[in-house]
């Protein structure tokens, strides 16, 4: 693969990757938010692939495979479902104000730009430049977990973090082996599960999914 | 052929590994063989002692333990010196003695395998606390015999609610000891790149102070000098008795042998306030311990507070001996140093007796309110013998260990010159009115201890029913009583090889057993003669005693208009409230006891009395004043602490979110 276009896959797939993230932080609809995540699974797997093609790894076909089924279509499909079950479409009332939700957003990407720096060392290949990104998927992960009270979108915001964790992973090491990716992402799969039957209890218990409402984790 | 000192240090190792083998025995025979096994091992810590007091070095028995790293740490080294002799041979006498009273008293709890294991890992502990050559062997001895004691003092803490509260206190300030003295320690290593103690002695100022304000805080914490006793009077009388008596008899001297260790052996040149600050802390010790224990009518509790007393007394000692050396004077710092060691071994012989003594009568009785005991003289003989000996060792009578102690104390004091000095001037004459006021209220508090307990008429039902105690309680406590007039009567040849421990040449035995201050000028004391000279006085008023009696037969006197009312209730008795009420009244502003007068009346008829009940109350001053204080502002600072967890997830996340911010910039700074 000429470099120029792996520079540019690798530009690209990062893009739509923080993109999708903001995005996400931005919009309201739950169901948008999902198809956000899907988009961002496609990413995340394209990246794989490219860094693994440039890295001459067959294997990275089958961890590109594996990305693309389990975070791009199997993950949005079972949170689409529980969304359906429980008949939540958007977001609850925000806690803070939309404006410095964005304007968080976008202190913590410029965060993340600020600490990688060391982690990408003095002349960094195209794959290492794009490294920032996975931080900022990180805390854009968090962020989303702390403002926002359903449920389902703090889910949202687990698997952003996620995402972002194996961005990071790829990035530093080009490419993982199969045998961790395959562990990592059915970890996560099962987490998805169990959490969207929680969230489906917690509906039929408390007859909604606010967790600004569980109080009671304290002595 | 082996060197006999490290073969006693082996031994003692072996002793302690069949104890806790044999606390896994069923329990018909534990508590014999686990028992007899501490004995042992505390005799053979006795006999090494002993053989290192009299000048004998061991080759140094090396602990096959590797430490990380390595790098400026020294080996861990066993090799006790005169000094560690000394109180090893100390340690071992106590352990073995309350080990044997252990056999016949453990109960319940402390009979069972914890138990037993627990008190043989505690005797190892406090018999090689003084063994130890370095940082490290000392710290190691000194956690195994703050853990053993804490789990012995646990033991009952499922059938009485007190013993909890009791080790927390404990187990909190017995820590804050080992971590001052860690780091003390961790100041001298770092200044001299090793742990051994002969790497110290090179040290000068300021690393000497440090470690100095840090180890005396950690040593006097263990040795329950006074801002810092609080634990003995909570722990001692909770704890199973033979326990609490080898934790007052032989591990509080723990600390005493700490602050020899630092001012003796480490800095013998320290400044002449370090000997100010010994002293000032030992006479305020003394002077509140023995007031406290004068009031006390909780037995055990009492003993705990004459604890603090004579510790305090031990320090005084200590810190009159440095003083003097530090201006010049040091025949007369000899004799003190030599009278701190003999208060030690007088205390740790009489308050083997008592506790062991007040372990039988809680034992046969399971009383330990003086108010509720009394008449157990003839119904206890053996106990009453040898408590009544203890008592008199504690209130400092002739013929005992106690009287030898202070009599050598006194003499140090009264034949310093404080002419030339205005430090001493100032320091020695406050220093002569405490000691003479404690041992006065010591005797008052003996006397009261005794005559409440063991004179006069049963109070209770359960002094009624008193019985005497085992045999192998009885001998224990009797060993130790003819310790303690042994003690009295020979006191010479010990008292020589004293000296040698604290570096002082000048004494000699005189007349047959006698002690001779020859540093003193010719300052003679020969207990024998005195004891000789005490039965002739006593011939006499024997005498005459025996001569009205025969004049004038007693006659029981029945009320003239007594309507058949009986005079002798033991509800009529003088008992230790009443007894210790002057005091009170005298040094009320500084017991600060609580006292109410309840009348009870029915509650139909206002004006009729159905009983008046008195109740008073002795509460600690220091502890109501500095520590339940520190205790709440520490409670309101948690209580503040409890608001950042209200059980918000939004705010436990943002609590790892700023986490992980912060971990992340700082990495990657």
Same mark, same amino acid.
């Given at each position: 693969m000429p470099n120029e276009i792996y520079q540019q896959l690798i530009a690209t797939s990062t893009g739509v990757l923080l993109l999708t993230a903001i995005l996400q932080i931005w919009g309201r609809s739950l169901a948008r938010s999902i198809a956000l995540l899907a988009v961002q699974g496609a990413a995340l797997a394209g990246l794989v692939l490219t860094v693994g093609v440039h890295a001459g790894e067959l294997e990275a076909l089958t961890v590109a495979g594996l990305v693309l089924i389990v975070k791009s279509v199997v993950l949005p499909l079972v949170m689409l479902r529980s969304a359906a079950r429980i008949g939540e479409t958007r977001e609850h009332p925000a806690q803070i104000n939309p404006a410095v939700e964005l304007i968080g957003a976008a202190a913590l990407t410029l965060a993340a730009y600020a600490i990688s720096g060391p982690l990408m060392g003095p002349n960094p290949g195209p794959a290492l430049q794009a490294l920032p990104v996975g931080f900022s998927l990180i805390f854009l992960g968090f962020w989303l977990l702390l403002i926002r009270r359903s449920a389902i979108t703090g889910l949202i915001g687990f698997l952003v973090l996620d995402n972002g964790i194996a961005t990071v992973s790829f990035l530093v090491s080009g490419g993982l082996p199969l045998t961790v990716e395959l562990g990592v992402s059915l970890d996560v799969l099962l987490v998805v599960l169990i959490l969207g039957v929680l969230v489906i209890r917690l509906q039929k218990v408390h007859g909604s999914i606010d967790i600004t409402e569980l109080k009671e984790l304290h002595d | 052929m082996t060197n006999l000192i490290d073969l006693g240090l082996q031994a003692q190792f072996g002793c302690t590994i069949v104890g806790i083998a044999a606390a896994l025995l069923p329990a018909r025979v534990r508590n014999a063989v686990a028992g007899t096994a501490i004995s042992i091992g505390g005799l053979t810590a006795a006999a090494t002692g002993i053989i290192a007091l009299q000048g004998s070095t061991g080759t140094g028995l090396i602990l096959p333990i590797a430490l990380p790293g390595g790098d400026g740490l020294d080996p861990l080294l066993l090799a006790p010196d005169q000094l560690g002799g000394f109180f090893m041979a100390l340690a071992g006498l106590v352990l073995s003695l309350t080990a044997l009273f252990g056999i016949g008293y453990a109960h319940g709890a402390a009979a069972s395998r914890t138990g037993w294991a627990a008190f043989a890992v505690f005797a190892l502990g406090v018999q090689l606390v003084p063994a130890a050559g370095d940082a490290v062997s000392f710290l190691l001895a000194w956690e195994a015999m703050a853990i053993g004691s804490t789990v012995l003092l646990l033991a009952d803490h499922a059938s009485r609610e007190a013993v909890r509260p009791a080790t927390l206190w404990y187990a909190v300030l017995t820590h804050a000891s080992f971590l001052l003295i860690l780091a003390g320690f961790g100041v001298l290593t770092a200044a001299s790149g090793g742990t051994n103690w002969d790497r110290w002695v090179n040290l000068s100022e300021p690393v000497t102070t440090v470690a100095f304000v840090l180890l005396v805080a950690g040593f006097a914490t263990k040795a329950g000098l006074m801002p810092v006793h609080v634990w003995l009077p909570r722990a001692h009388p909770e704890a199973p008795s033979h326990a609490s008596a080898a934790m007052s008899a032989a591990m509080v001297k723990m600390g005493i042998y700490g602050l020899l260790l630092v001012t003796l052996r480490l800095f013998p040149n320290g400044p002449q306030w370090w000997a100010v600050v010994f002293v000032a802390l030992g006479a305020a010790s003394a002077l509140y311990g023995i007031l406290q224990a004068s009031v006390q009518s909780d037995l055990k509790r009492l003993l705990a507070y004459s604890t603090t007393e004579n510790i305090g007394l031990i320090t005084t000692a200590i810190g009159v001996g440095l003083l003097l050396r530090g201006s010049g004077q040091n025949a007369v710092g000899d004799v003190a140093l030599v009278a701190a060691l003999l208060l030690a071994l007088s205390h740790a012989a009489f308050k083997t007796v008592l506790f062991t003594g007040a372990g039988s009568v809680l034992h046969a009785t399971g009383e330990r309110d003086l108010d509720a005991l009394g008449g157990l003289a003839a119904r206890m003989p053996w106990t009453a013998s040898a408590f009544g000996v203890g008592a008199m060792g504690a209130a400092a009578l002739p013929v005992t260990a106690g009287f030898v102690a202070e009599w050598v104390l006194l003499q140090a004091l009264i034949h310093t010159d404080a002419r030339a000095d205005r430090l001493l001037a100032v320091v020695l004459p406050i220093t002569m009115g405490v000691v003479a006021l404690t041992v006065g209220l010591g005797l008052l508090t003996f006397v009261k201890a005794f005559g409440i307990a063991f004179l006069a008429r049963p109070r209770s039902a359960g002094a009624e029913g008193a019985h005497e105690a085992s045999f192998t309680m009885v001998a224990a406590m009797l060993i130790a009583a003819i310790g303690t007039v042994g003690l009295g009567l020979i006191p010479g040849p010990l008292s020589r090889l004293l000296g040698a421990a604290v570096g002082a040449q000048d004494l000699a035995v005189t007349g047959f057993t006698g002690l001779e201050l020859g540093s003193l000028g010719a300052i003679l004391l020969d207990p024998l003669a005195l004891s000789l000279l005490t039965a002739a006085m006593l011939v006499p008023v024997l005498a005459i005693n025996a001569v009205a009696a025969l004049r004038h037969p007693r006659r029981q006197v029945d009320l003239a208009w007594g309507c058949g009312g009986d005079r002798t209730s033991p509800r009529m008795e003088y008992n230790a409230t009443s007894y210790s009420e002057p005091l009170v009244r005298v040094f009320g502003g500084s017991l600060q006891t609580r006292r109410s007068v309840e009348v009870i009346t029915p509650d139909d008829a206002p004006l009729l009395v159905e009983g008046i009940a008195f109740n008073q109350e002795t509460t600690d001053v220091v502890e109501n004043r500095v520590y339940l204080p520190a205790i709440r502002a520490l409670e309101r600072f948690g209580d503040f602490a %409890? %608001?950042?967890?209200?059980?918000s997830i939004h705010r436990y996340l943002s609590f790892s979110f700023a986490a992980l911010l912060v971990v992340l910039v700082v990495v990657s700074r």
């Open positions: - | %409890r %608001r950042l967890q209200n059980g």
